[in-house]
């Protein structure tokens, strides 16, 4: 997939590979990798909720940042504020895939179009999350995140939707946070669903080589 990021004047796009499993425990593995020339890695990382670890390899600056897998990882390294379980969630273009399920504040439908408005995970926040029903199928096409004032802090946008092994899933994915002039744009080129993957494929532990600087994620936050 390619991944454009955008940090205020300041535009990147990289080339990246993700592989994603729910374990025997039911926890949530994820493997990225960011390609560079001839597709050798430039950087890994991996969030292994079984073992509560978060991982981010730096591949040519001999680097590794670790700690305790939270949504506050991404803040910790780059200063953005995004949580891991939503970065996840766009992906899969399942505002739900952490199991908020529950307590609604209201469904709203028009036709195909249904709203949902829910509590968000920060106290005084609102999600509204905005999908259609096409032939039987729900297509996310909008997730908004407000604060307690209402002022938008997050807004994901999911479209280009094709069908992958009888599932329909977006191939474009956005995600922005207003107030911090940031972007992330995500192209699938590819997908493939029900593929054995090992998971020894989210194990941190062989890109933690003795030659490698381990930068703790409590360091960060200090």
Sequence with gaps: MMVTIEDGEQREELRESLWYKKSENGGELLHIQVLGAMNAPRGIAIANQDKNQ????????????????????????????????DVLSAIFANPFLD??????????????????????????????????????EP????????????????????????????????????????????????????VELNVEIKDSKFDPEPYLGEDIEIIPLSELRE
Excluded: C
Excluded at 105 to 115: D, M, Q, R, Y
Excluded at 153 to 180: M, W
């Design 139 to 190: 297509r996310v096409t909008e997730w908004h995140i407000h604060d307690e004032n209402g002022t938008l802090e997050q807004r994901a946008t999911f479209a280009d939707y094709r069908e992958v092994s009888g599932i329909l899933r977006p191939h474009k994915v956005e995600i922005e946070r207003p107030l911090e002039q940031t972007r992330v744009a995500v192209k699938i080129a590819k």
């Design 99 to 136: 199991g908020r399920t529950a307590n609604f504040i209201s469904v709203e439908s028009s036709g195909a179009k249904f709203i949902i408005k829910r509590p968000g995970v920060q106290n005084g926040h609102m999600e509204t999350i905005t999908f259609f029903i096409r032939e039987d």
């Design 54 to 85: 978060f991982l981010l390899r730096l591949v040519n600056e001999q680097k590794a940042y670790v700690g305790p897998l939270s949504d506050g990882a991404l803040r910790e390294i780059f200063g953005v504020d995004l949580r891991v379980s």
